[in-house]
């Protein structure tokens, strides 16, 4: 069974930083696209940020320049990390595993929350 625990949300001012954690339990980690995804309240689920099985990335023009996408083959784990953080990044942070580097896949994890205040 594929599960996706994702951790390192939290509350931080703007201009702060965050790194998320996603650990996949999968032995195949390294042939899938792996993504974050994240949801606002009252708005729908969106892409953040891709990374394919060859390492090429994808960003929301929301978050280009600001967060950064990157995984593990070793450890099974992909990460974002996040700069220069704003108000309207507020929101729950989802892993996503087996997509493609625009669209989700089928395995999500529980979500993380992240705050951001200003």
């Known amino acids: 069974q594929v599960q996706l625990v994702a951790s390192g949300g939290g509350l931080v001012q703007a201009g702060g930083s965050l790194r998320l954690s996603c650990a996949v339990s999968?032995?195949?980690?390294?042939?899938?696209?792996v993504g974050w995804y994240r949801q606002q309240p009252g708005a729908q689920r969106e892409l953040v940020a891709t990374v394919t099985s060859g390492d090429s990335t994808n960003y929301s023009a929301s978050v280009r320049g600001r967060f950064s996408i990157s995984r593990d083959k070793v450890r099974n784990a992909v990460y974002l990390q996040m700069n220069s953080l704003k108000p309207e990044d507020t929101a729950v942070y989802y892993c996503?595993?087996?997509?493609?580097?625009?669209?989700?896949?089928?395995?999500w994890g529980q979500g993380t929350q992240v705050t951001v205040s200003s």
């Open positions: 999968w032995s195949a980690f390294s042939m899938w696209h």
């Open positions: 996503n595993a087996g997509g493609s580097m625009y669209r989700s896949g089928l395995y």
